[in-house]
């Protein structure tokens, strides 16, 4: 959240250099507050887990969020309690005539799955080209990040000969963007996809702006330059042992998973994993929330998504 302070006090200037979020006597009384509706599209087969990592780092911040949980109709989940998805999700026609403040797309393991192949496509893209609309900005997460970006803008993903599975080095290439405010010049998230995109491809699209990348892990943040889209293929929502489960799970299925790189101490899986990316993650998450979504979307709900 901003600090607020007198008109013209010469500190605003060294703040905002310094990429602090200031905000004026005159901009505060002028400020309209309402809650933000967030919408959250989980395709993630343990929904709970999904659900719990967004939710703890969507919380950490003053912002008042109803958050709803919205499930795919033409593909049903077999990792969950159908009683849960009863209780807490909802469909897409059912919230297809509201407008939302922000929405997360999550991953889905779907790696080496051509798009077109999934299940639940033809739905997904009814639902990314409904945000259009209807959500002021848009969150893709590792799985929907490829989706997105092939979809709006016809990017083709190339498949990794191995998953890629790790806690990885990034280079923050916008060190003046709001996204990145409280960011260290190198940051640690972890990954876990066989998928990736050529760098060049993002840059030949004039709408698309590269904000973060790895020199083992490739493209991981990019947005639209109208701040409308954001699309990550890391997690840094991801728990301690979240890479450790997936390990072990694919270990114990006797598929001689290759070890998490740079996740346990001397590679060693007995150890405990040593967490540098939590406050990436808070950071991350909170500077999307507050930045692009509070800070943007109108107050009026009905003019989201307007084009004028």
């Not at 967004?54 to 077999?78: D, F, G, I, W």
């Not at 040593?274 to 709900?301: E, F, K, M």
């Amino acid at each position: 959240m901003p600090i607020k302070i007198k008109d013209s006090l010469p500190a605003q200037a060294i703040l905002e250099e310094e990429n602090i979020f200031v905000m004026t006597e005159l901009r505060a009384m002028h400020q309209d507050i309402r809650p933000l509706n967030v919408l959250i599209l989980n395709l993630m087969p343990n929904k709970e887990v999904t659900e719990t990592q967004l939710l703890r780092k969507l919380s950490n911040s003053p912002l008042q969020c109803n958050v709803e949980l919205l499930q795919t109709a033409s593909y049903t989940p077999k990792h969950v309690d159908a009683s849960h998805l009863d209780s807490f999700y909802t469909t897409f026609d059912q919230v297809k005539d509201r407008k939302f403040d922000g929405m997360i797309i999550t991953g889905a393991p779907l790696d080496y799955v051509k798009f077109e192949d999934v299940a639940y496509w033809d739905e997904v893209c009814s639902i990314m080209d409904w945000a259009e609309t209807h959500v002021h900005c848009t969150f893709y997460l590792c799985w929907a990040c490829f989706a997105g970006l092939y979809y709006h803008y016809g990017l083709e993903r190339y498949d990794r000969e191995e998953k890629l599975s790790g806690v990885y080095a990034h280079r923050v290439l916008k060190p003046t963007s709001p996204l990145f405010r409280g960011f260290d010049d190198v940051f640690y998230a972890p990954h876990s996809r066989a998928m990736g995109i050529a760098r060049e491809k993002i840059l030949a699209v004039p709408e698309l702006e590269l904000m973060a990348e790895s020199d083992e892990a490739g493209v991981t943040i990019v947005k639209t330059v109208d701040s409308r889209k954001f699309f990550v293929g890391c997690h840094p929502e991801y728990d301690a042992n979240t890479l450790a489960d997936e390990y072990f799970r694919d270990y114990n299925k006797g598929m001689n998973p290759k070890i998490p790189v740079h996740y346990f101490p001397d590679d060693d899986p007995t150890k405990k994993p040593i967490v540098n990316w939590r406050s990436t993650g808070q950071l991350l998450y909170t500077n999307w929330l507050n930045y692009y979504v509070y800070q943007a979307t109108p107050y009026d709900v009905e003019a989201i998504g307007n084009k004028n």
